[in-house]
């Protein structure tokens, strides 16, 4: 096996489940790593400065920026997201496959940066069904739902980018399948390097 990590980005549709999956995916599986993104919004309640977010002014977000400290960030509804560097690479470097939650544009961003991650669009059944997420959380204000709705349909174009769409319908199957999709790809980067390095070792022999 590829002793090197793979990076999985993880997006979606605000309420489509994402943050749920992830959770499991963490609780049910060893090896993999969730990156902890910094933003300028404030706490929901129940979350944990340094575990859910590292929550940061927009101040402090800048100096992250100018110091290059991010691998990549974004604008989402009059807040900024960014993912640090640092603690990326180094868990990838350990072997864990380190699972990034962000937002359509620092996906195709991270994507250019490192070719061979695997990106996933986590969506709902239907629109309906997104609304419905999206009220019952009970934190979001009708002026932002009808934001987080409208930024829905913009990202819907972008989605095409994607290497796999997951609907998340029901959250038992949905987990099951996205670590397969992650252990797919796993191997495949590791055949790729395999036949890489028989590659060379044949050529050598020809020389």
Not at 157 to 169: K, Q, R, T
Request: aromatic share 8%; proline share 2%.
């Amino acid at each position: 096996m590829n002793k090197k990590g793979i990076l999985v980005v993880v997006s979606g549709f605000s309420g489509a489940g994402k943050g749920t999956l992830m959770k499991m995916l963490m609780e049910n599986y060893d090896n993999y790593s969730l990156s902890i993104s910094a933003t300028t919004r404030a706490p929901r309640e129940g979350e944990v400065n340094g575990k859910d977010y590292f929550f940061v002014t927009k101040e402090e977000f800048q100096r992250m920026i100018n110091n290059d400290e991010l691998l990549e960030y974004a604008q989402y509804v009059d807040n900024y997201y960014g993912t640090p560097r640092s603690y990326v690479e180094s868990e990838l470097e350990k072997g864990k496959d380190v699972i990034l939650e962000i937002e359509i544009q620092g996906a195709l961003s991270i994507h250019g940066r490192y070719p061979d991650s695997l990106l996933i669009f986590v969506t709902p059944p239907s629109a309906k069904e997104l609304k419905r997420r999206l009220i019952n959380r009970g934190t979001e204000t009708e002026e932002n739902i009808k934001k987080r709705l409208n930024r829905a349909a913009q990202e819907a174009v972008g989605v095409e980018n994607y290497d796999y769409i997951l609907i998340n319908d029901d959250l038992n199957e949905s987990l099951e399948r996205l670590h397969k999709l992650i252990q797919d790809q796993h191997m495949r980067v590791c055949h790729q390097l395999d036949f890489i390095s028989d590659m060379s070792k044949q050529l050598r022999t020809l020389e």
